[in-house]
Each structure stands twice: as C-alpha cells, then as structure tokens.
C-alpha cells in the first residue's frame, strides 16, 4: 500500500487532478476491483460508485460477458486499421447497431477512441462540410456557458467552463458561449443565443453544440422547451446542432439518448463513455444523412482526419456486447424508473434539512444544491467549501461521488450505474442524508464560533 502511494506521487500524473493535494496527500483511493455498483480499495473497503465513475459504467463494474467478449475479438482479430476504406466487421456492425438506435434520419457513425476525440471530430466535420458545400466563412461554433465538451485542441474552446482553457493559454478563435438555459430559463437563453448570432453573423457560424443535460457543469437539465427554440432558431440561421451525448447516451436519462427527452433531431451527436460502459476506451460522431449525402456527393480525396483506434476492433465488440445488456436488461427502463425513486429521496432529505436548495434528476443522473437559504437560493462562500466537505463527508460513509463549485456554486452530482435497485438507492440516499447533517452541524457550529 506505502510503496504503491510513493510510486504514484513520483510517476503518475493524474488527469483532472490536483498534483499538490496527490504531493501531499497521496492517491485519495487505490481501486482494487469493481463489482456491480461497488469498488473495492486495496484496503478491503467497499464504496458505492454513485458517479458510474467518470458518468459512463453504465451497466456497473464485473461484467464477464464484456470480458469474454474483449478476449474473443482479440483472439480473433485483436486490432486492424479502418484507414484507406480497411474495414471489418466489428466496426461495420456496431456503427449499424448505432445507426439503428439514433434518431430516424441519423444513420452514418466517424468512430474515436473518447469524448474530446469525438467533439473535436465533429468540429471538424462541420467546418469540412461547410467549406465543401461552398460556404468556407462558416467556421464560427457556438456552445453554452458551463458546457464540457472535452479537453483536446476544440474541445477545451467547445468547453464553456473557463477553468479549463487556463492550461491551453487562452480559448481558441472562432469558439462562443452564450447563456446556460438551466440558470436563465428559456427565453433569455435563447435571446442570448439570437444575439450572439447575430453579432457574429450566422453566415460566419458552423454549428451549436450542447449537451442534453449539462453535467459536468453540475447536472444542469435545461427547461423542457429549450431545445425546440433552439432547433427552430438553428433552422431559421441554417446552423447545424451538435448534441453532445457524451454523459447523456446509452441511457443514462432513461431514454436511449439524451436528446429524445427534448422532441428534437440533431444534426449531428457525439458520444463515447456509456457506449462501452467504460469497459474499453471508444467513442464517435453520428451524423444525418443530408450531412452524409454532401460527404458522399461533395468529399473529393482523402479525409484527411481519423485515428489509429477509430473503429478499433475489440472496443466495438465490447460496445456492442454492452449494448445487448443496456438492451435485453431493460436498463434504459430502469434508469428512468430509479430516477423517479432517487427524486424522490432527494426530496425527503430537502424537507429535513436546512441547506438543501434545489434537487432533480432524469433518469439517473441527479443533483443536489446546497445554499445558504433554500427560500432566496443564497450560496455559501466559496471559502466554507460546502460540496467538497459533503463529498468528503459521503466518502467516508461509503460512497463516491461529486462536488461541483464553479462560479460559487456547491452542486452534489450523481451518475450511478443504470442497474440500480431501490434498495441500493435507498442506502445511497439515507448516506446523503447523513453526510449533508454532518456538515450543517459543522457550518452552524463554525457560524456561532
Ligand atoms: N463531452 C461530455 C459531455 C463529457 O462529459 C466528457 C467527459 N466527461 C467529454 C465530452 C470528454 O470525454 P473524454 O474524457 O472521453 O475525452
């Protein structure tokens, strides 16, 4: 356990980590196994994995079948290149399976190996089909404040969080926020987009990406009419819409993509994550048809953008294993039935306790506020560090999940496996209960003192 932490402080830089705190510190957990909803730390202790991990174990850890399926393709055909029109039938097969589950008229898969990879394709991909439909200046994209949309060379400038565009130096030309609908309503976010459009000129703008429901921004599910308005506005501008179903696809929100939830098509969608639960890194872009028609008719050579791994062999064979279980387990059913159950313990612990503002879900991914007062929606200072101490406090009790604090805010977000059970959740949310007490006490103690 000692010689793992010091081998971790001296060789491993984390992702998305504080390399002070791991100095300092060490590694917060060494994990050991995975089994259902439950890791296990070399220690023997059991957690909850009330975030799916990074949102994406969507059918929960230990699943032999995906394991079995890896080690067959391997044996088989472990990796061969989709470059020059190579092909084979894993890929063919999943990007079918894929075309079968997305909106009617999306129906042609550009595969990566992650989130960021897909955004920064879909990125490209637009720009590409613009300039070969004639329109080069459409180059502009759009997105919403507190997006994640991924850390590559677009996708940190896609990403609406600016925490994120410090290490790059500065976000790249061409890439604009406008407002997060979650915290404006509708109406205003869509005038912020209209304005936003106009200034830059829609002659000038690629596309809009956004996610169906922002979640590392916090779990920020947009009013149920915003994404209409944007359709329209996106058809009134001839603007392309980009869903970003990196968190939301494979049923994390109880539909298949997060998008249905909305009565809208996208033009384009990309995701990654719960498309192998995590099992094998992979990752995609889906585009329409009339995209797809321009590229077949209007593409002339070489697309000069793919990756060794698109396509990857034994990741679509995991990927598709995967989406038999989502499938024949009825998993998108039950994330939407556990959403219900999950809102509703969520609501009993904001009755009981006095620092519990807003609370939602959809399907199984869900939010808990904590502000000052729940009646004015007043937050904490940031100083107090409210999130993270429940996070810690939930920690200790045997369950993992996630503090959210940019811009003053203290969100606890929730993305656990789509296998949960109502007694599982019940457990997940009694631990909450007690976490969040554990920190009033603390706050009022720190208040009187
Ligand atoms: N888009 C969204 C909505 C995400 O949540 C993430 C990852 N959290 C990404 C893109 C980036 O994906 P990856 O980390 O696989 O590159």
Redesign the pocket.
């Known amino acids: 356990m000692k010689n793992l932490i010091e081998l971790d402080k001296k060789h491993f830089i984390h992702p998305t980590s504080s390399i002070q705190q791991q100095q300092e510190k060490g590694a917060k957990l060494i994990v050991e196994k995975g089994e259902g909803i439950y890791l296990t730390d070399i220690n023997g202790d059991v957690f909850i994995d009330a975030m799916s991990s990074?949102?994406n174990v969507n059918i929960g850890h230990g699943r032999n079948e995906l394991a079995e399926a890896a080690a067959d393709q391997m044996k088989k055909l472990a990796y061969s290149s989709a470059f020059s029109t190579f092909s084979h039938e894993p890929a063919i097969k999943l990007a079918a399976k894929i075309a079968s589950l997305a909106p009617e008229n999306l129906n042609a898969v550009f595969f990566t190996s992650?989130?960021?990879?897909?955004?920064d394709s879909a990125v490209k991909l637009v720009r590409h089909y613009w300039k070969i439909q004639g329109q080069p200046k459409r180059r502009k994209i759009i997105a919403l404040k507190r997006?994640?949309?991924?850390?590559?060379a677009a996708?940190t400038s896609v990403t609406g969080i600016p925490e994120f565009w410090d290490m790059a130096g500065h976000l790249m030309n061409d890439f604009i926020h406008a407002d997060t609908p979650y915290w404006e309503g509708t109406e205003k976010a869509i005038t912020s987009l209209r304005s936003v459009i106009e200034e830059e000129g829609a002659e000038n703008i690629a596309a809009f990406f956004a996610?169906p429901v922002q979640?590392?921004g916090g779990v920020l599910i947009p009013p149920s009419n915003y994404f209409k308005e944007v359709r329209e506005l996106c058809n009134e501008y001839g603007i392309l819409l980009v869903a970003?179903?990196?968190?939301?696809g494979f049923g994390r929100t109880g539909k298949f993509f997060g998008i249905e939830n909305w009565g809208v098509t996208p033009d384009l969608m990309?995701f990654?994550?719960g498309v192998t639960s995590g099992y094998i890194?992979m990752?995609g872009v889906i585009v329409s048809d009339s995209i797809h028609n321009v590229l077949k008719e209007k593409s002339k050579g070489t697309l000069f953008h793919g990756f060794t791994y698109s396509g990857h062999p034994t990741a679509a064979a995991v990927a598709l294993r995967n989406i038999d279980i989502i499938e024949k387990e009825g998993l998108v059913a039950n994330a939407k039935a556990m959403g219900v159950h999950l809102l509703e313990g969520f609501k009993k612990i904001k009755e009981q306790l006095n620092i519990v503002g807003d609370v939602r879900t959809i399907g199984l991914l869900g939010a808990v506020e904590l502000v000052q007062d729940p009646a004015t929606n007043k937050r904490f200072p940031a100083k107090l560090q409210v999130a993270p101490k429940v996070v810690e406090a939930l920690h200790e009790r045997g369950v993992i999940c996630r503090a959210v604090t940019y811009e003053n805010t203290d969100i606890i977000c929730f993305s656990p496996p789509l296998i949960m059970n109502p007694s599982q959740i019940d457990s997940m949310v009694e631990k909450l209960h007690d976490a969040i007490l554990s920190v009033q006490k603390q706050l009022v103690h720190h208040t009187l003192n």
């Open positions: 990074l949102w992650g989130g960021s990879e897909s955004n997006g994640y949309h991924g850390v590559a996708s996610e979640g590392a970003d179903e990196v968190i939301t990309t990654a994550k890194p990752g």
